[in-house]
Each structure stands twice: as C-alpha cells, then as structure tokens.
C-alpha cells in the first residue's frame, strides 16, 4: 500500500458529495427495475413510474443513443424481460448492447448505422446490480487511462482496471467506506435491505466511481479555466 498514490482530497471530498447526492435516487431506480424484472410491476407502470425507465433514460443522460418514442421503449423493456445477465459483467454489456442494436432499437450514427448502445447497457446493470458493477463511462475511463498510463481497449480491460484501482483505494473496510455508512439515510439503509444488497460493497463500487467521474470532471473544468 505503501506505493499507492495518495488520493487527491479535492477529488475525495467532491466525490464524497456525488456519492451523498445519487445515492438514494440510485436505490429507487433499482427498486423500480427488481420488481418489472421479476414480473411484480407491469410494462406501461416501470415505463412511467417516477424512477422507472423513462425517468432513468433521462437522469442517465443515456435516451439519445436508443430510439426516441414509447414504442420503440416498451420493445426494449420486452427485451430486458427477457434477458439473462451473465455473471461476467462485461459480457452482460456487450450481449444486451448488441441485442438491442440487431433490433435496431439503437438511434443511428452520422453514417445512418445502428449504435452499440454500452453505456445505457453499463448504466443500467449498474442500478440492477448496484454493488457489483459501476457504469461504462467516458470520464471515469479517462481517469483510469491517465491512471495506469494507458489506454484502455474493450469492456474487459476497463473492468479489470477498475477493480485494481478500487481494491487498494476503496476497499470496503475503507475509513472512507465507514464514513459514508455512518452518515447514510435511513430510507437508504432500508432500501439496501430491501434490496438485498451488500452496503459497504455497494459504497465502495459507488465512492469508486464518483472518485473516478469526479477526478476526470475537475481536470476538464480546470483545463477550460
């Protein structure tokens, strides 16, 4: 541990603040797609909650890389009933992505070409299984490029690269872990219950990725000072 950078305190404390803000919202969205999943809430209900799909399209700024309109979303949610997740995350992202861009689901690039939609694939099994995987995201790859000085090819690698760094940075016994278990929401407490989840696990995955997105957001914002 030793040979570990020290972790930018800046950083920590902005990534500290993220992960405060999203926790809950993050929670109910999971709350929403366990039951649609499970069959216990009907299509036109998870379409249209308050944290259902269209609210988590938009909050995830990921709506503009599937096809606009409600058909269209109501096909893509026939297909995550459907879905069988892997146990290897990356191969989850990649096989949901595909499905739905051979669908033709996806919007389409410049070229007129169906997109490969990762990051909607990435951010959505990261609110399904929220202690287990962080989003596929381009700051927090960004961060982890200039990280290991590197760059970073494939779902795969990105993966191995984040565990790697959140080992030795965010273990779940962290004091950084301990300090947000401290201060957390009684709502949260119960939604992690309910929702069967690992709490210092699911703050570690969480402080890991707010760390990363934050890292990457500050350089950006100062570079444009």
Not at 128 to 154: C, M, Q, W
Not at 175 to 198: A, G, S, Y
């Amino acid at each position: 541990l030793s040979n570990l950078m020290k972790l930018n305190k800046q950083i920590l404390a902005f990534a500290h603040s993220e992960a405060d803000q999203h926790l809950l919202t993050d929670l109910q969205f999971a709350a929403n797609l366990h039951p649609f999943r499970n069959g216990e809430m009907s299509l036109k209900d998870y379409l249209d909650a308050p944290h259902g799909f269209k609210r988590f399209l938009f909050d995830y700024r990921v709506g503009r890389t599937l096809q606009a309109g409600d058909e269209a979303k109501k096909k893509i949610l026939r297909i995550l009933l459907k879905f069988q997740f892997s146990k290897k995350h990356e191969e989850s992202i990649s096989k949901l992505a595909a499905l739905i861009k051979a669908k033709e689901l996806s919007s389409r690039a410049g070229t007129g070409a169906f997109g490969l939609p990762q990051s909607f694939a990435s951010k959505l099994l990261s609110i399904y299984k929220p202690d287990e995987v962080i989003p596929f995201d381009s700051y927090a790859l960004n961060a982890i490029e200039l990280h290991t000085g590197s760059r970073i090819k494939g779902l795969e690698k990105y993966y191995e690269e984040v565990e790697l760094f959140r080992l030795p940075y965010f273990p779940e016994t962290h004091q950084e872990i301990l300090k947000i278990r401290k201060r957390t929401d009684p709502e949260v407490l119960l939604l992690i219950k309910d929702l069967n989840l690992n709490a210092e696990s699911l703050l570690s995955w969480k402080l890991t990725d707010k760390y990363l997105w934050c890292d990457e957001y500050l350089r950006r914002r100062q570079g444009n000072e």
